[in-house]
């Protein structure tokens, strides 16, 4: 299994942008889906997380602005930013809960990271 990460690229300040993720391949279900990000130099971060019920959480910075969402359905998570800022810039990395196979545990995977570079 593989998450798929898609969306990213360059905008200006105020601007908005959408990242979409899904897992590639065959899974029993998923959890939580999140999204984290990673500026240069610094740790990776929490941005947002939803619940496979819908309970979302954001983080303080991105509150207000971002908003998470899930389609249950095509076992895809969103993320919609809006008035971007300088320091949103960063590599964002989507996060899921996977249970692969009944038998199975649930694990973490990553995916392979979209960078969003917000700049005039």
């Known amino acids: 299994v593989q998450l798929q990460a898609s969306g990213g690229g360059l905008v200006q300040p105020g601007g908005s942008l959408g990242l979409s993720c899904a897992p590639s391949g065959s899974i029993f279900a998923i959890y939580d889906m999140a999204w984290y990000r990673q500026a240069s130099g610094k740790q990776r971060d929490l941005v947002a997380r939803?619940?496979?019920?819908?309970?979302?959480n954001l983080a303080d910075s991105v509150r207000g602005r971002f908003t998470i969402s899930r389609d249950n359905a095509e076992n895809t998570v969103y993320l919609q930013m809006n008035s971007l800022k300088p320091e949103d810039t960063a590599v964002y990395y989507c996060n899921a809960v996977i249970q692969r196979l009944a038998i199975l545990s649930p694990t973490h995977y990553w995916g392979q990271g979209t960078l969003v570079t917000v700049s005039s």
């Open positions: 939803i619940t496979r019920g819908g309970t979302t």
